[in-house]
């Protein structure tokens, strides 16, 4: 298993991207790490679940994880747009609740230029603004070879500057770094693939 660099990843700087899935806090995490630290994570008061700094240490030093809640999304777009423009934190988590407009994803964008930061917004599934630079898919992967395991797929199902494609990825936490692996069943050594 050896780190290969995925296309359009890490995540442009300067531009904004979205993430949807049950993995996309898990790709958050990956890419603020990928893309530059600290890290700014806005996130509405009224959502039931909530982060917790601790839960990061697989991926990064709690204390790089700077956690923001709003009263709306209105307020959360705000925040992010000034973090954006800012350029102080390298890394702007935004969780969207409801659809982007256009106008509304242009001036995250905008900010994210001006700024020279990267934005992610953690979307819905199936929900997703015209202005994003790249969409991802993350989901966890079962690994039969491993109880403890962080594989998981991603998929880009969306690139303005380039081509889509889906690739199992681990996490490794002692080396903070990313490898790209292959298929359970396309393994060397597996039941499906021969010696």
């Known amino acids: 298993m050896s780190f290969h660099p995925l296309p359009s990843f890490p995540l442009r700087a300067g531009r904004v991207h979205e993430a949807c899935g049950p993995a996309a806090t898990g790709f958050a995490a990956i890419a603020a790490v990928m893309t530059g630290m600290p890290m700014l994570w806005v996130h509405e008061a009224w ?108 998929e880009i199902i969306k690139n303005k500057a380039g081509t889509l494609g889906a690739w199992h990825v681990r996490w490794n936490r002692e080396t903070r770094r990313l490898h790209v692996v292959s298929p359970a069943g396309l393994r060397p050594g597996s039941a499906d693939t021969p010696d």
């Open 47 to 154: 959502q039931a679940d909530n982060l917790h700094p601790v839960g990061f240490l697989s991926f990064m030093d709690p204390s790089d994880l700077l956690l923001t809640r709003t009263g709306s999304q209105t307020d959360s777009l705000a925040v992010a747009e000034e973090a954006l423009k800012d350029g102080a934190l390298p890394f702007v988590v935004i969780e969207v609740t409801r659809p982007l407009n256009l106008r509304e994803g242009r001036r995250l964008q905008l900010a994210a230029q001006a700024g020279g930061a990267t934005g992610l917004c953690l979307i819905p599934e199936g929900m997703g603004s015209n202005a994003a630079e790249t969409r991802w898919h993350a989901a966890p992967v079962f690994d039969p070879q491993d109880e403890d395991s962080t594989l998981m797929r991603w």
